[in-house]
Each structure stands twice: as structure tokens, then as C-alpha cells.
């Protein structure tokens, strides 16, 4: 679906564009600068600490209205590519509603361990960064944008992780499973006491598609990172399983109350080997069936046979 | 009721819809109705209407819109999503139904123990400010919140003045809120600037307005309706039918949805959207101040 022919590039891109209204960042502090081939104005107000080239994010600096470029262009429709044109054309540009709803989110992140994923937490993000809390109204599904921003947000640490880690390469499919979802689950461990919130909010059935679109991309993600290359019917089949065993462990770590989360980690294992001793078995079921048809078709046809030359 | 929502975005047109924009303002300024006026006389004849019909203003929105205008201002309000703290402006919010909605929004807020997360906040005082150029309307407002019992900790201030210059500083109101009166201002641009130019960094403008229909059959009842049925209860009831005509003169007039939404983004509003109620009857436009 998403991975199977694009480059990860491309991919990254085209979860933007899913994403229209949220916009990624890269772990909290930093921030990140995109820069196109075509023009650059007036950069005296940038500031990059770092600059990804490939992947088109931007964000504004807090202190400076910075100029920045449209994003998510590269796979953009031609709304977007309209603004461009606008903003190149006036030498002072300004801030766009969508970064400061980034900058909100964020904000808010680090208050929702004392506040929850809840609106109080948006508008105590919201004083922290400038804005008047009103804003937190002109967010459409106010806690689930925040929920969302932050899966987006942990789905970018494991794609950078899975980048970075050489030795996932060298594992067995099962055991690159069983680490990767501990990353991401160790990722969300500082929320965790107020963690039920939030797949809550995501189930209800307004936020339903983007999360299961998000799951959906996390799953897609893992199996790949596996060695997984595979495009039919067994490809639905093995990211369901990882579904199931992601959201088990995910509501394991909930009531987990072990030290580092030991306990859940071992749980995560167990239901791995489960799924593929079960893959297992259902090939084996597979082949006797075959077999047990074949014979059968023998038979049949020698009595059809016998039956008729009479 | 239809939903109808459209995103706007900010952009700094170079070759601007100026020549439409502008004749349509001027024209805008100089209608009162159907008739053309001149426009310092459109504020007096505007100010007359509502001063004939401030006693019978709430009755009357009772009757033509068959109580419907209570839901449009609650729907105002939920989109407002007011907080504890806030600092507020209606504008032409004479008689203080929205106003009044925002407080009760505000105290069930409260009542669902916000507190933890707003200890500071709650120090910052809610502030509604209720602005009208119609003194007559402003004593309606009064009178009405008295009787039940608003604003009785100081948080509605009433002030008379003009939407088109506002006495309020820059950068002071979280929100907002023109309902139903926005038709009646003589220069809408110089109106949206202000709103502009009060809201703080974040700040949210809403807009309620009766607007322009466009489904097929639905357009010529709702005509029929406007131009039949209204004069005809403002007669009985306010014995005052020519306000109302004009009343529906001006509906017509005004600029559509798309174009008043451009307007909006014109005056520097960011995320400008409007939502279409009943079937375009009615439209809440928003936008922020970034």
C-alpha cells in the first residue's frame, strides 16, 4: 500500500500529504528547515540547526517570523502550489495557521502528563507559545489533533530508528517484530498514566479513519523494517496479526506495573512466537489439505469412472 | 440543517477582485435595502430601524425564524469554544443573546472542574464586552440581564460605540462575535479591520449573518417567505413594516458566502471557513489572527 514500490522519500512525503492539516517534527527541540532548488528570500531570518534536504518539513522559528516554504510541495495539489506562488511573489511573508497549530501541539504535549489529552492541556500549550487560547476552538476534533500529532510524532522516531539501527538486519523476522514494537511502546512510556485517553479518543468513530490510517501506516512500517516483501492476500493477513499483537501489548503495558515494564515486554514475546508458530501451522494445515483433496480427487474420479464404463 | 464548509486561505492577491470588491463596498455602503442612499445617511436610517424595533427585537427573532435563531447563536457559541478567563467582544450584540450564551457556556465549563489546569487563569477575570451603536438596544441587553440575573459579578460590560471604530486597544480580545449585524454596518472592510486589529495573537472572529440560498426550490419559498411573510408580522406585531422590509432588502444585498469569506481574508484572517446553516439561510463565517 504504502511502501511496496516508493522509496522512503516518497513515502514520508505522501504521509504529509495524508496528514494535511498536522505537520511533522522532528523531536521536540529541534527545528528544521526545508530548502527547494528554486528560490530562497530573504534567509536573513532563518536560523537552521538542521536541514534535511530530502524530507520536506518546515516549521517556524519561535522568536523571528521566519520565512519558510510551503510544505509537503513535492506531492502537493495545486492549492498548495497556488500559495506558493503567493508567498514568492510578496518579499515578507507570513506565519500560516497550520505552523501555529503545530507549535500549539507540541506545547501542549509536555502538559498533557499533569492535564491529560484533554483541551485544558491544548490551552495551557496555547499560553505557552503566545497564542490566544481561543485557537484551541479553530482546531477541528481538538484532543484527537493532538493524540494524532503525537503518533505521528513516534511514528517518525521509529522510522528514524529503523534507519538508523544497522543490526536490525541481522535479526530473525520475530525478533526485529518484538523489538521494534518495544521501542515504540518504550517511546509512549512517559504518558503512560494518562495513556487510556488516548487510544480512547482515537476510537471514537469521528477519529476513527485517521487513526486507523496511522495504525495502519505503523504496522505497514514494522513489517517492512522485518524484510517483509510480500503483496498478496498474505499481506493483509500479517499486518492484521501485527495489529492484534500491537494493541494487546499496548493495553498489557496499561496495567503493567513491573519495573521497566518487564512483564510486557515478555508478554510481547510470547504472542510473537504464538503468531508465527500459528503461521506455521496454517501452512501445515494448508498442505494437508491439499494433499487430503488430491486423494480425494483420485478416488472420485476412479469411481466416477468405474460407475459410467458399466 | 446542510453543511456547507469551504477553507479560504490567506493570500495576498496581487491582481485582486479590487474593481469587484470595492464596487461591490461602495455599493454595499450606499444601499439601505433596495433604495440607494447616500452614505452618511445609511448609519441615522440604519440607527432609526433598530431604535423603532429594540423593544419587540427578541419577539420578533422568535417569530420569523420559528425559534430557529437560538440554535444558529448556540451553534456561534460551540464554535467560539469559550474558556474561563476570557476576554470577550460582541459587536452589535444589543439585546446580549450571544453574549449571555457565552457565559452560560463559560460556567459549565467551569462546572466540569477545568480548575486544575487554570489556577492562574481563573485569576485572569472573564470579560464580556457587549458593543452596539444603538443606545436603545443596549437598554434591552441591560434590562434582560438584570432580570436574569448576568453579569452580576462584573463580567458583561456594556459599551455603546462603533463597529467600525472600535474604543478597545489592539491585541486585547481572545474573541469575536458579530451576529446578525454585520448586514447593517455601513463599510464592512473598515469593520473587519477592526476586528482585526482587537483580536490578540490567536484570536478567533465569528460571524453569524442570514446569507444567500441556492438550492433550487428552497430559494424561492425562503423568498417567498422573506418578502410575503415577514413585512406582514413586523406590520402586526411592531406595527412597523417597513422596517422589516428592510430587514430582508438588506439579506439580499449583502455579499454572498464566497465573497464575504474573501472579504475576511482580505482584512488579514488566517484558516477563513464559513459553515452554511438551513441550507445557506444562514452562514457562521470564522477566522483566526495569526
Known amino acids: 500500500m504504502y511502501r511496496t514500490a516508493a522509496k522512503r522519500l516518497l513515502c514520508s512525503a505522501r504521509q504529509f500529504n495524508g496528514n494535511a492539516a498536522l505537520r511533522f517534527r522532528r523531536h521536540n527541540a529541534l527545528i528544521t528547515y526545508s530548502r527547494f532548488s528554486t528560490t530562497e528570500i530573504n534567509q536573513p531570518f532563518s536560523n537552521p540547526h538542521s536541514i534535511h534536504d530530502a524530507i520536506p518539513i518546515s516549521t517556524t522559528e519561535i522568536e523571528n517570523p521566519t520565512l519558510y516554504d510551503s510544505t509537503s510541495s513535492s506531492t502537493s495539489s495545486s492549492s498548495t502550489t497556488d500559495e506558493d506562488s503567493h508567498r514568492f511573489e510578496s518579499p515578507k511573508s507570513k506565519t500560516k495557521y497550520e505552523d501555529e497549530h503545530a507549535r500549539l501541539l507540541s506545547a501542549s504535549l509536555v502538559h498533557v502528563m499533569k492535564l491529560g489529552w484533554t483541551e485544558t492541556a491544548l490551552m495551557a500549550g496555547a499560553k505557552d507559545v503566545g497564542l490566544s487560547p481561543s485557537i484551541v476552538g479553530s482546531l477541528s476534533r481538538k484532543e484527537a489533533a493532538l493524540v494524532e500529532f503525537y503518533m505521528d510524532d513516534c511514528l517518525q522516531r521509529l522510522i528514524d530508528k529503523i534507519d538508523t539501527d544497522g543490526s536490525l538486519k541481522n535479526l530473525t523476522p520475530s525478533d526485529c517484530i518484538s523489538k521494534l514494537i518495544r521501542f515504540r511502546l518504550e517511546i509512549q512510556a512517559p504518558y503512560i498514566s494518562t495513556w487510556p485517553q488516548a487510544p480512547s479518543t482515537q476510537a471514537q468513530p469521528v477519529n476513527v479513519p485517521t487513526s486507523f490510517k496511522q495504525r495502519a501506516m505503523l504496522v505497514d512500517e514494522i513489517w517492512h523494517a522485518a524484510g517483509d516483501n510480500a503483496s498478496d492476500l498474505d499481506w493483509y493477513a500479517k499486518r492484521t496479526v501485527l495489529g492484534g499483537i500491537y494493541s494487546t501489548t499496548e493495553i498489557y503495558m496499561l496495567t503493567d506495573g513491573s519495573a521497566d515494564f518487564r512483564d510486557t515486554w515478555a508478554f510481547l514475546d510470547a504472542r510473537v512466537k504464538d503468531a508465527f508458530d500459528l503461521k506455521k501451522t496454517i501452512q501445515e494445515a494448508q498442505y494437508l489439505a491439499e494433499a487430503v483433496s488430491t486423494g480425494l480427487g483420485n478416488t472420485f474420479e476412479e469411481f466416477v469412472g468405474k460407475v459410467f464404463r458399466r | ?290
Open chain 2, 1 to 290: 440543517m446542510a453543511l456547507g464548509i469551504v477553507t479560504k486561505r490567506l493570500g495576498n492577491k496581487l491582481f485582486p477582485a479590487l474593481s469587484s470588491t470595492s464596487r461591490l463596498l461602495h455599493s454595499h455602503a450606499t444601499s439601505f435595502g433596495f433604495k440607494h442612499v447616500n452614505e452618511e445617511e445609511k448609519a441615522r436610517m440604519v440607527g432609526d430601524v433598530f431604535t423603532s424595533v429594540a423593544k419587540n427585537y427578541d419577539t420578533m427573532n422568535d417569530l420569523m425564524s420559528a425559534g430557529l435563531h437560538r440554535l444558529w447563536k448556540e451553534r456561534l457559541v460551540s464554535m467560539l469554544n469559550p474558556f474561563p478567563g476570557m476576554k470577550h467582544l460582541d459587536v452589535a450584540g444589543g439585546t446580549g443573546d450571544v453574549a449571555f450564551r457565552i457565559l452560560d457556556n463559560i460556567n459549565r465549563v467551569k462546572q466540569r472542574g477545568l480548575q486544575d489546569g487554570f489556577n492562574d487563569a481563573l485569576e485572569a477575570k472573564t470579560q464580556i464586552y457587549v458593543c452596539d451603536i444603538n443606545p436603545n438596544m443596549l437598554n434591552v441587553g441591560k434590562q434582560r440581564a438584570a432580570e436574569k440575573g448576568y453579569g452580576e459579578d462584573g463580567s458583561l460590560v456594556w459599551v455603546e460605540g462603533n463597529a467600525e471604530s472600535l474604543s478597545f486597544q489592539d491585541d486585547s480580545m481572545d474573541g469575536y462575535t458579530i451576529a446578525f449585524g454585520i448586514r447593517n454596518v455601513t463599510h464592512i472592510e473598515k469593520v473587519l479591520s477592526e476586528a482585526h486589529r482587537v483580536l490578540k495573537h490567536g484570536g478567533r472572529f465569528l460571524c453569524l449573518e442570514l446569507s444567500h440560498v441556492s438550492l433550487p426550490i428552497f430559494k424561492e419559498l425562503y423568498d417567498l417567505y422573506s418578502f410575503s411573510v415577514i413585512p406582514r408580522i413586523g406590520e402586526m406585531v411592531a406595527g412597523d413594516r417597513e422596517s422589516y422590509q428592510y430587514l430582508v432588502e438588506s439579506i439580499r444585498r449583502f455579499p454572498p458566502q464566497e465573497k464575504f469569506a474573501s472579504m475576511i481574508a482580505d482584512a488579514g484572517f488566517q484558516k477563513v471557513e464559513y459553515e452554511n446553516l438551513v441550507g445557506g439561510v444562514v452562514a457562521i463565517h470564522s477566522g483566526i489572527k495569526i
